[in-house]
């Protein structure tokens, strides 16, 4: 069997950025807001939680998996969270698909006194659910590097790419369950049996397979570009 991992502290930094970060997301919208009047991207700081919660597991099961011995019960432990981050998992490139808010909604006007045009406006409005939807779905790929790294050193390779390609199919058909079904995370505790029909339901839409399939393919992409700088730090 390979050596435990390093301990979870090596991802202090990046951690640190990653809140920093959020924090200007946080920022971004009150800025908005004292020129609008107006908080109706809140709800992109609530999206934001949820992309943090598969981060915060993988780190539980990175942390897990650096304990020297590991039990029958934290081995029981560490399978249960990892459920629980694949059940969160699409929350973090879920984000992307809220540009349609942008696309759909017309933008207000600005207070008046404010020197911003709507057009400035509409531009701003890109720019944070940009600055969102990247910090959300960087979350998710860090999360799946970290897995990535832990089943590669726990077990092999082979196992720990097969996880990473199911989680990242999973998760595109969790964004469209999401997005068109209007389902999140937290029904898979309260309606398991409503989210278990209507997804295998769906398994027979074109429309599902097809979204599924173009989102997964981007998160696959985008987790290449990640995974290869990610892999060309740690071999300096």
């Known amino acids: 069997m390979s050596p435990a991992p390093a301990s979870p502290r090596k991802y202090k930094a990046l951690t640190v950025s990653l809140f920093v970060a959020s924090i200007g997301c946080l920022l971004m919208i009150v800025l908005r807001a004292l020129v609008t009047g107006s908080v109706r991207h809140s709800f992109l ?12 597991l993988s780190l539980v099961i990175y942390g897990i998996s650096s304990t020297a011995d590991i039990t029958p019960r934290t081995k029981l432990v560490r399978a249960v969270v990892s459920l629980v981050w694949l059940f969160f998992y699409p929350n973090a490139p879920y984000m992307l698909t809220d540009f349609i808010h942008v696309i759909r909604a017309p933008v207000e006007q600005p207070l008046q ?68 079904r209007g389902f999140n995370s937290w029904d898979i505790f309260s309606h398991p049996f409503a989210i278990l029909s209507t997804a295998l339901f769906n398994l027979l839409n074109l429309k599902a397979v097809l979204f599924s399939l173009a989102f997964a393919f981007f998160i696959f992409l985008t987790y290449l570009v990640v995974w290869s700088l990610h892999e060309t730090a740690r071999k300096k």
């Open 113 to 180: 006194g404010f020197a911003v045009t709507a057009n400035a406006l509409l531009w701003y409005d890109i720019i944070l659910s940009s600055v969102f939807a990247f910090i959300g779905h960087i979350l998710g790929l860090i999360s799946l590097v970290i897995l990535n790294q832990t089943i590669r050193e726990r077990y092999n390779k082979r196992i720990a790419w097969t996880f990473v390609l199911g989680a990242i199919l999973l998760g595109g058909y969790g964004i469209y369950l999401g997005r068109f």
């Open 45 to 56: 700081l609530w999206n934001l939680v949820l992309a943090w919660i598969p981060y915060g």
